[in-house]
Each structure stands twice: as C-alpha cells, then as structure tokens.
C-alpha cells in the first residue's frame, strides 16, 4: 500500500491553516457524531448488539478458513467463481484479466475501499481499462484526481462550492454549461451524467460490507442505489473484498448490519442493503451471467493471532474517524492512506510498514472515543499505543523524542528529583501565564499556537493529596 | 503452492465446523402481534420519506396507480401481468434504460417493520433494474407479508422452500445522499420517490 504518512506533521499543520477544510469539517458534529447518539438512543438494544456484534467477528476471525472455505463452496454451487489474491498486485491483476476476458470497454464502479487500498483504478486505467466511479463522493473524487479524506464520507473535505467548479469544469463535453449553486441539482446532474455509465457498462466492480458463508452472499449497503445498478445492467459483476469480512450465518449478519449503519451515518438503516448470490439464474430477467469474488488478503492473514489481530473486526463504519478529536481537526488527507484516524493508526502501520507510517499511532489523545464508539469495540488506543512501543524499541522515534522520553522515565524513577522539578516547571509556567491562562510559551509554540493551557494551581496532585 | 492454499495455510481452523450458535438478537419493539406490525410498517415506512396507502384488493392497484399518475406511461413488473391494466387509464411501456424518470410497478416478497423496508427478490418476472432505474417506483406489499425483524425474511423463503435468488434487495424509502456537505438528498442515483400499497388479499406466485 502506496502512502504519505511520513509527511504527517506538515500536511497537518496546512490542513489547520486551510479555512475552507475547516468549514467543511464542522459538518462532523451534526452530520455524523449527534446523528449516531440519537440513532443509538432509539435503539434500546444498542450496546447488546455491539457485544454480538463483537463475538461474531472474533468468532469468524478466530474460524477464518473454515468460514472462507464455506462461502467459497457455495459462491461456486450458485455459478460464481472465487479468486484468491495474496497481495494488492495479485489482485489487480485477476482483475484486470476478468476484464480484458470479457472484452470489457466500461468499467462501472461502486465505492470500495479494499480498491482504493490496492490502487486498482490507476492498475486498470494503465491497462486501457478506464473505470468510472459512481458513488457521488467517489466520481467527484476522480474528476479531481484526489483521494477520498473519509472512509464512508470520500469528499467530507470538500465545499458545495468546489463541487460545483468541478461539475463545471468537466461537465461541459456532457452538454452542461451552466455553474450550479443548488446541492439538489449538483446531485441531479450527476445522475443525468452517470446514468450513461451505468447504461454502457460491462463490467461492475463493487467491494463488500459483508461475506455469508452459510449462503455464499456478498453484501452490499449503499444509500445512493449506484451500487445496485453497477450489480444489475452489465454482464459481469466483479467483487473486490477483504478475507476478513465474511460471517457466519444471515442472522449474524444482520446484527452486524442493525450496528454498522448505525454507527456510520446514523440512520437504522441505509436505503439499500442487497445481498447478492451467484451469477443470473437460467431464464432470470436481468443480472449479470459471469459473478467473480476476489478475496484480497494482502497482510490481513499476518494478522491472525498477532498483536493486531482485533483489528481484523473492524467493519469500516467510519464512527472512530468522526469522534476522533484529531481527524475532526485536520480531516483525513493529512494521514497520507486511504485508512485515516483511529482505525487507520492502527491499519496504516500494519499495512505498509511501521516505518512509513510513523507519526500516526501517535496522533492520538488517547482520549479514548474512538474505543467508546467502535461498534466491534476494538481496543484502538490499546493497538495505537502497541506501534508507538514498537517504534521506540526499533528506534524508529525522532532523535529529540526519544531523549525526551528517555529523561521523563528517568525522572520518574527519581521520586525526590521528580517532585522539585515538578514544583519550578509549575512556577515557570505561572510566569507565562495570563488570566489563568498561557497563551504563549518560549520552547512551546507548537502547543500555543493552536490551543491555550490552562496555567497551574494549586500544587501538584500529591501536595494536594498530603494537605487533604 | 497457489495463493489460495497460502492464505489458507495461515488461517486457524481450517476443516472442522466450528461450534457456534448464532443465536438471534432482534430488537423488542419488533415482537408484536400481525396487526401491530402492519401498523408499525407503516409508520416505519413514512419515515423512510417514502409514501404508502392501502387497498383491499390487488385488482385495484392499477386503479390507483392510475389515479397517482394519469394517463402516464408505466414500466410494469412482468410478475404483474394478470392484472387489470387495459381497464385503466395508463400505457404500458417497455424498459429504456437511457431514458430517466421512468414509473415503475413492481411486487415484494415481504415488508420488514422494523424500518419500513420492502424485500424484492429478482427472478424470472422480477426484472431487478426496475427497482433503481426507475424515478418512482410504486411497490405492492401483501399485508400478511409483513414481518417484525429482517432476520424472519429469510425463515420465509426457507419456508416458501424458495431457493436464495441471485439478488435480495432490501429496500428503505428513496435513494439518497449526504456526500456533499452532509446533507441528504434524495433521488441520487436510484427512485427519488418510492410509493407503496399495501394489499390485504393478494395471490403471490413466488
């Protein structure tokens, strides 16, 4: 997995000098955050669900080949065929073949992560294989020849307004040359334009929420329907998935399902949810003939029974990115992967190496939000805290911190030291304080620059612990 | 060795069923008598933005499809043929994908009360695309087929003894979207109106 994450400090500190990130990023609280409390609140049953929730996923990773096996066997009794892909290159590459097969001239996609994860857009396009994403968020992502910012939300980073240049800007060789203001008609006309695409299309590439063994049916939640029409009109339907989504059975999945939605946008449900089983059945009215699963393991197996391996749970709902105080702040292009914020501090390491993806594990408060909202309740502080060990003991932490750190364990081996030094850092930082308040510290200004402390009183804890 | 015996070769629990008891877990307000579930869709159905009536009979939904949208041309589910629609004011009109804002009529296999969700199943009649080409899609659901949970939909195809179609489509008032400043609008790619009719009486060929 190609990423950027080592230029985290400075991507960073632009996206919290850019006004119009900042403006878009407050849409998080009400959009996101207050939409999954009250959708959490109505259901009384919420937090039994997360605990389900929970003991499925463990379960099934804990039974991966067994369940993989079995979804397996039963794709191909209903027509399907299964592909195993070790890494991101074997798996563009079944892919690609699959298209150049079937003669494939248009490509339509929905949103998937595991693609963006495994760059299968690029792959394609290289090959003559031009693709066209369909998720709103997605196909204004590729006009712009970005990156999606968010897991579930891929332009929560933009404005209505720089939509609107970008439909402007490449929509006129579509007959379109009137600038919109209205979100309802940038959405309109991004129907009229698509729907060509979904008309003309071959080929569908779509990801999966969900994998049921019992069944062998993919799963799919969408809100839009683009999904749905890139399953239905062409004759090929192509599904790019991880090896660690697969569940049980069909009531498991949808207690997984009732948490997932709720979690991510908070609706009870999205509009869609469609389960799809096998290729068209003989005398079907519509579907596609040829239905192919590609199972992409890349680094996911060598997770099983590691350190990491409760990460193997996450459903990617996106609820760690939107309560997370750091991504809510600087939004998810600054962490330089297609995995942002807590989930993808944990994801990023894993996946492309420790030693790119240093400073992420380490933007964190540990404020422990992230655990709180988690459906599957991973312990994401917990793993974050894992990769900045690892870090320190492969020396891997910038010069500066590590000495820092060094004298901060040693001081606090020294418990008469520890309390002396404690007492002047207290009196010097009363000297900068002003109103109660510092605003400005010498040796500080990376701190004070964007958040104000709050100016010590009263002495230490354990000098107010002796007085009590 | 091929890629899938190395990723297998790295997983646990290869050959042996597990023991696992995927034990139901479905919310209370759901575990209601037939009547009160009706109801209950109904109300879930008017929150998903989606409209609804009832009818006694299934011979009067073209009657009312016709008083909805008068003199229009409809794309009608072929699972529907048998009804009356010569007798009504409407032409019936093949699919054209290219063209948008097509009316569509089609049935249901079940309606799911806990959020006002319409299953459709594809098949031989049951010509999927409908359901997201079309503008409005007018969906008929058979009273008696509604149920609590979403889980109790597929204890009835297991009971219809109706083997798993190709696609099970759940489907939640219109199609929408919050991509662009998280605000929802509706009728993104698929229906930007659903509309359903809930029959009392309706002879349902699976």
Known sequence: ?468 | MTSRQSILSKLPAKATPPAWSSQRLVPAFVQQDQAQLVALFCEKVMLSQATIETVASVNEVPARVAALFPNAEIVVSDVLNNLPWSQVALQRVGLDLAKDGIIAVTDCFAGVAETGTLVLLSGRDRDSRLNFVSQTHIVIVEASSIVGPYEDVWQMLRDATISIPRAVNFVTGPSRTADIEQTIELGAHGPGEVHVIIVDAFEHQP
């Open chain 1, 1 to 468: 997995m190609e990423v950027t994450s080592n230029q985290f400090k400075q991507e960073a500190s632009k996206a919290l000098r850019n006004p119009v990130l900042q403006k878009a990023l407050g849409h998080i609280e009400e959009g996101f955050v207050e939409a999954r409390n009250q959708a959490a609140r109505r259901l009384p049953e919420f937090e039994q669900m997360r605990d389900r929730a929970r003991d499925i996923k463990a379960h099934a990773i804990d039974n991966l080949g067994f369940y993989l096996s079995q979804f397996e066997d039963q794709v191909i009794a209903q027509g399907g065929q299964v592909h195993w892909a070790a890494d991101a290159q074997e798996a563009r590459e079944i892919v690609a073949a699959i298209c150049l097969d079937q003669g494939a001239r248009n490509i339509a996609k929905s949103k998937s992560m595991v693609t963006e994860e495994i760059e299968l857009g690029p792959y394609l396009e290289a090959k003559g294989l031009a693709s066209v994403e369909t998720d709103l968020g997605e196909y204004i992502i590729q006009l712009r020849d970005e990156k999606p910012s968010h897991i579930i939300a891929p332009i929560i980073h933009l404005s209505k307004e720089q939509v609107s240049d970008t439909f402007y800007e490449h929509h006129q060789k579509h007959g379109y040359f009137d600038k919109l203001t209205e979100r309802s008609a940038l959405v309109k006309q991004a129907r009229s334009v698509l729907r060509k695409s979904f008309m003309n299309a071959d080929v569908g590439i779509t990801g999966a929420n969900f994998l049921v063994a019992e069944t062998g049916s993919v799963v799919l939640v969408t809100n839009e329907g683009n999904g749905d029409l890139v399953t239905t009109i062409p004759d090929t339907h192509i599904v790019v998935t991880g090896i660690e989504k697969v569940v049980p059975t069909m009531d498991d999945c949808h207690t997984l399902l009732r948490v997932l939605v709720r979690s991510a946008t908070g609706q009870d449900t999205t509009s869609y949810v469609s389960f799809f089983t096998g290729a068209k059945r003989p005398g079907d009215a519509a579907g596609p003939s040829n239905f192919h699963v590609v199972l992409v393991d890349n680094g996911r197996s060598d997770m099983v029974g590691g350190v990491n391996h409760d990460m193997l749970r996450c459903i990617r709902c996106g609820a760690c990115l939107n309560h997370c105080p750091v991504y809510a702040n600087i939004g998810g292009h600054a962490y330089g992967s297609v995995y942002p914020g807590p989930m993808g501090a944990v994801l990023t390491p894993q996946l492309a190496g420790v030693e790119q993806a240093i400073d992420l594990p380490n933007a964190s408060t540990f404020c422990g939000k992230c655990e709180e909202v988690c459906p599957v309740r991973i312990p994401l502080p917990s793993l974050m805290r894992h990769w900045r060990e690892e870090e320190f003991a492969r020396h891997l932490t910038p010069k500066p911190m590590r000495f820092g750190l060094g004298m901060w364990s040693w001081l606090g081996r020294q418990p008469a030291l520890y309390r002396v030094v404690l007492s002047m850092v207290q009196r010097v930082l009363g000297l900068f304080a002003k109103r109660g308040w510092v605003k400005h510290l010498p040796m500080g200004t990376s701190w004070t620059l964007y958040r104000d402390m709050k100016a010590p009183k009263g002495g230490s804890f354990q000098q107010q612990w002796r007085r009590r």
